[in-house]
């Protein structure tokens, strides 16, 4: 018995030309799209959500940022915020999609892309009005308030530039904010329109949608309006900064592009949580719950 054991367990060294035969068939590397849209949804929940816990932790110290994307210059939270957006950007390009054309897929790769856009190209700013804080250019500045309005108003010919130490090109901004936008846009499009579309065995034999159909419809339809709505709003903030002279330090004094950029990010979650049938019971049609 004991020479069987010995021998299993030198199997693992083999040198012949039928070295490690595969036992598997080729369906064991088949990914299940609806696991991998539960999964992708998860992240999107939990990014804003784990961002705001850290805004607020005293052990890990950094201040609550004007933005999401501006954690990328925060200690320690910038990884989770550069993880979650590459990891999210990787599974849209693998998410294959169920729709026979392979539309889906197409459509995914081009989010992912934006994706990795938003977590490698930083925005501009450091987004703190913290007396004391560090960017991710290793950057560390003292509680000086002198050397604060030094980053806060604009050079002079005896005041130095010092925006390079959070600006990773002088474009790099322009990149990520029109990732993002796009992001939100091709996230928006597959709720309102792709998650919407309706198969045969969705419907009842009179032609009307089955009642789970109908359900995740209304999920998908309110996330894709909620992303929506929040692109519209942070579009009309930046307009109405470049073009007017209104008065607008309420919107970064109240973090507003944190929680639109969270509740699109929220909204995204949810529809792709939805679209992976969390909710077995009342989100999965008869058909699927046979298979």
């Known amino acids: 018995m004991q020479d069987t054991d010995r021998g299993a367990q030198m199997q693992m060294f083999q040198t012949g030309k039928d070295r490690y035969p595969s036992q598997q ?9 609806r696991t991998l849209a539960f999964i992708v949804g998860l992240v999107a929940l939990g990014l804003p959500t784990v961002l705001l816990i850290g805004a607020f932790n005293p052990v890990i110290d950094t201040c609550f940022r004007d933005s999401i994307s501006h954690f990328y210059y925060a200690p320690f ?16 390009f693998v998410y294959q999609g169920e729709d026979k054309h392979g539309s889906e897929a197409r459509l995914s790769n081009f989010a992912g892309a934006f994706a990795f856009g938003v977590a490698l190209f930083p925005t501009a700013g450091h987004g703190c009005d913290a007396l004391s804080f560090r960017s991710r250019a290793l950057a560390e500045f003292a509680p000086d308030p002198d050397l604060l309005d030094l980053i ?6 005896d005041r130095p530039d010092l925006t390079f130490y959070f600006e990773l090109t002088s474009w790099s901004a322009t990149v990520h904010y029109l990732s993002a936008t796009l992001l939100f846009c091709f996230l928006a499009w597959f709720a309102l329109v792709v998650f919407t579309a309706v198969e045969e065995h969705q419907r009842n034999p ?9 359900v995740r419809n209304r999920f998908y339809r309110i996330c894709g ?10 579009m009309t903030y930046a307009l109405l900064a470049h073009l007017t002279d209104l008065d607008l330090s309420w919107w970064a004094a109240n973090n507003m592009p944190f929680w639109f950029e969270a509740t699109a990010l929220w909204a995204f979650g949810i529809s792709w949580i939805v679209k992976g049938r969390f909710f077995h ?3 999965r049609d008869e058909a699927e719950q046979r298979t």
């Open 25 to 33: 068939d080729e369906a064991y590397a088949t990914i299940n799209q």
């Open 225 to 234: 309006a909620v992303m929506i709505l929040c692109i519209l709003c942070m």
């Open 152 to 157: 806060k108003t604009a050079p002079t010919d």
């Open 206 to 214: 009179d032609g009307s949608l089955k009642y789970t159909k109908i």
């Open 281 to 283: 019971r009342y989100l």
């Open 77 to 92: 939270w910038g990884g989770p915020f550069i993880g979650a957006l590459v990891f999210i950007g990787t599974y849209m």
